[in-house]
Structure formats: structure tokens, C-alpha cells
Antibody
Framework: QVHLQQWGAGRLKPSETLSLTCAVY????????WSWIRQSPGKGLEWIGE???????IYNPSLRSRVTMSVDTSKNQFSLRLTSVTAADTAVYYC??????????????WGPGTLVSVSS | DIQMTQSPSSLSASVGDSVTIICQTS??????LHWYQQKPGTAPKLLIY???TLQSGVPSRFSGSGSGTYFTLTISSLQPEDFATYYC?????????FGRGTRLEIK
């Protein structure tokens, strides 16, 4: 049974960098793309981007200039960095992935979510 | 980006009722449309993928249909545990987008 566990700083000041990591337990790490998705009251669910096992990334154009995703296959982990945060980046951030390898586009496994608050 | 219009934004219904939620997209997305259920304080749960395929373990009272730009999620014979918020999501992509959600409340 696959389980996602995520962690990272929950309180940031404007202009700081958001950094989150998601670990995948209980399943194969190859053949997947992993996504980060955030949810705020104002904007609902927003897909941030995805990274593949081989490190190929696709980012949401609205965040592309500030987002970097990385993957550490030795630890079965993938990470998100979002630079120059503002109050508009306050949201619950989820990591998510499909159920089956080599399928993509819908999210079966989700992390528990990390509330990130940006305030001076 | 592909824009998603989900309606209604909220809906009141009674246990045993049947309800339909609509999701329309700004361009054709073939069948790359998926539905999620979310309860407060938890991550979304995948119900249906590729328009009409029921995720394993999801009750058969949930069904999805549509194609192109018009899609529906129908819940027949509502149960108490079905009162939640529902989201559609497209993966025609390459940039995925979600609908704004439909909050289903008990009448």
C-alpha cells in the first residue's frame, strides 16, 4: 500500500523560499510522475507542476518563474521549492501521484497536506 | 490554459435524492476528465477517472459521463457520507486544472 508523507516549513515571511519534501513509501518509485497541488480559499485547487522519475518537469505557467522541483530516487523522495513567496502563496500544499505507473493525469494517492502561511 | 466551469457551486439535497454536477471546459478535452470528493480537513479522494471509470472501491451510485467539453457527475440515492465538496479536473493538459468545486449539503 503506497503512502505519501510530506514535510516542510509551515510559516514563512514574504520573499522567503517555500521548501517541501514528499516521501513515497510502500511502492515502486519508477515509472511515475509526482505532482504538487495547492489549495487556498481564494483560488481553490491549483496544480503547481510535476516531476518524473527521470527528473523531467512540467510547471504551471502561472508559477513557472518561481518553482523548482527535484527528485531523489535513492530516498524515494521528491521536493518543491517556491521562491519569493507572498501572502497569495498561503495555502495547503499536497503532494500527489497516480495509482499505476505509466499512467498520468489523475491523482489517486495524496499526501496529508502541509499548511503554509506567509505573513510578515 | 483550459478553463473549467463547474456548476452549481453549491447544492442542497436529501438522503436518497439523486444529484448531478456539471463540468464544462473551455476547449475539447476528449475524455480526460476526472472527479474528486473532498471532506473538510482531508485531501481530495479520486472517484472517477477518464470521464466514466469508477475508481476501485467507490460505490456504484457514483457515475460519470460526457465528452468534449461537457461532463457530468451523478450521485444516485445519496447517502449521509456523500455530503462533501466535489471537484472536476482535466488532464488534457499539459497543464492540469481543476473546477472551483460543488459543495453538496444536506437539506
Amino acid at each position: 500500500q503506497v503512502h505519501l508523507q510530506q514535510w516542510g516549513a509551515g510559516r514563512l515571511k514574504p520573499s522567503e523560499t517555500l521548501s517541501l519534501t514528499c516521501a513515497v513509501y510502500g511502492g515502486s518509485f519508477s515509472g511515475y510522475q509526482w505532482s504538487w497541488i495547492r489549495q487556498s480559499p481564494g483560488k481553490g485547487l491549483e496544480w503547481i507542476g510535476e516531476i518524473s522519475h527521470g527528473g523531467t518537469t512540467i510547471y504551471n505557467p502561472s508559477l513557472r518563474s518561481r518553482v523548482t522541483m527535484s527528485v531523489d530516487t535513492s530516498k524515494n523522495q521528491f521536493s518543491l521549492r517556491l521562491t519569493s513567496v507572498t501572502a497569495a502563496d498561503t495555502a495547503v500544499y499536497y503532494c500527489a501521484m497516480p495509482r499505476l505507473a505509466y499512467t498520468n493525469g489523475w491523482f489517486y494517492y495524496w499526501g496529508p497536506g502541509t499548511l503554509v502561511s506567509v505573513s510578515s | 490554459d483550459i478553463q473549467m466551469t463547474q456548476s452549481p457551486s453549491s447544492l442542497s439535497a436529501s438522503v436518497g435524492d439523486s444529484v448531478t454536477i456539471i463540468c464544462q471546459t473551455s476547449q475539447s478535452i476528449s475524455s480526460y476528465l476526472h472527479w474528486y470528493q473532498q471532506k473538510p480537513g482531508t485531501a481530495p479522494k479520486l472517484l472517477i477517472y477518464a470521464t466514466s471509470t469508477l475508481q476501485s472501491g467507490v460505490p456504484s451510485r457514483f457515475s460519470g459521463s460526457g465528452s468534449g467539453t461537457y461532463f457530468t457527475l451523478t450521485i444516485s440515492s445519496l447517502q449521509p457520507e456523500d455530503f462533501a465538496t466535489y471537484y472536476c479536473q482535466q488532464s488534457y493538459g499539459p497543464f492540469y486544472t481543476f473546477g472551483r468545486g460543488t459543495r453538496l449539503e444536506i437539506k
